[in-house]
């Protein structure tokens, strides 16, 4: 956090609401030149404070109707079982995000299906029957108070 100052907080607060913004742009919303803004960036992006840009798509819209929260108990907790689960759960574009836990259950996933036939066919056919699964709790995510919106940028350096 060290090598950032206010201006380079304030290009990533910019960044991370509106990733289309050009150099011109994101000058004039931080009163820096478009060739300062550039540079930054730039560093920003080799260092690796920004990791890409991407669109945000509305799931909706493509048919994927039903988000589900999906915890994920393995059969035995070894290397290459959690390896076999990770490579699963790589190839799979229906789970968004997944994340290894400590607790009671080993694996939260956050995935999204047409509907419950395909919520159906995605544990029955596709988690269940995999060697490395034990246990599989589904709960359907019935509205979402708070999206991802951006990781919190400093206050206290942006000024």
Do not use: W
Request: with cysteine; proline share 4%.
């Amino acid at each position: 956090m060290e090598q950032l100052d206010g201006f380079d907080l304030k290009i990533l607060s910019e960044l991370q609401r509106d990733g289309h913004l050009t150099n011109n742009e994101l000058s004039e919303r931080i009163a820096l030149s478009p060739s300062q803004c550039s540079r930054r960036r730039t560093r920003l992006e080799a260092e690796g404070f920004i990791t890409g840009y991407q669109a945000q798509i509305d799931r909706q819209k493509l048919g994927l109707d039903l988000m589900v929260v999906i915890s994920v108990t393995l059969a035995t907790h070894n290397r290459d079982n959690a390896k076999r689960f990770g490579k699963l759960i790589a190839s799979l574009p229906e789970v968004l995000e997944a994340y290894a836990l400590t607790g009671e259950m080993d694996y939260h996933l956050r995935v999204v299906t047409p509907d419950l036939a395909g919520l159906s066919r995605f544990v029955n056919d596709v988690l269940l029957p995999h060697d490395s699964v034990q246990h599989v709790k589904t709960s359907i995510v019935l509205d979402t108070l708070k999206s991802f919106q951006g990781v919190p940028i400093p206050e206290r350096m942006k000024g």
